[in-house]
Structure formats: C-alpha cells, structure tokens
C-alpha cells in the first residue's frame, strides 16, 4: 500500500518515512500541496497521511484531489515525541486496514 506523507518540515516528514519504510511500508513524502498534487496525479497511493503544519484550506483541497484520485483514506496527524512511536501507533495501523481492505 503506497503512502504519501505531506508535511511543512522535511525534518519531521524525513522522520515518518524512516520509521514507515523501515517497518516495511511503500512510503514518499513531499512538503508542498504541488509536490504532492503531482504525486497523487500518478495515481497508485492508497493513504495520505497529512500533517499538522498544513492550513485548513490546503488540507481541505488534498483531501478533495486526493479522493479524486483514488486514495482511500486521508489521514490528518500532528506529532508527537517520539515520532517513531507515534507513528507506528497512529500511521502504521491505518494503513494495515486500508490494504487488508483491498
């Protein structure tokens, strides 16, 4: 199941995807609504995982683009100390379920 992670700080969006691919999960991540406009336009991500740092209006425009281009679940998270656990307890879940689902 392909993620995509959009978050404002490469730092923390670096961090997700280091736990998320070293836990065995397909994983990029970008830091611009374009970055990830362009990725979702290829189509074949499953769940968008969207950070805290993102304003409403930008969240709100993905999450339309996003169901428009088949991505099953959008998930909003903000995080937490230490990322790796947070990430594994709120992320990892999420995406098991979407690709059990088929």
């Excluded at 805290?52 to 998270?77: C, F, I, N, T």
């Amino acid at each position: 199941m392909r993620t995509l992670v959009l978050g404002r700080s490469p730092d923390r969006v670096a961090a997700v995807l280091a736990t998320l691919r070293a836990d065995g999960f397909d994983a990029e991540g970008v830091s611009t609504d374009d970055e990830a406009r362009a990725l979702l336009a290829g189509d074949g991500f499953g769940v968008l995982i969207i950070g805290g740092g993102v304003g409403p209006d930008s969240r709100a425009a993905l999450k339309e683009y996003a169901a428009e281009h088949g991505v099953r679940r959008v998930v909003d998270g903000a995080l937490a100390e230490p990322f790796d656990a947070y990430v594994r307890r709120e992320f990892e879940p999420v995406i098991r379920e979407v690709a059990a689902a088929g």
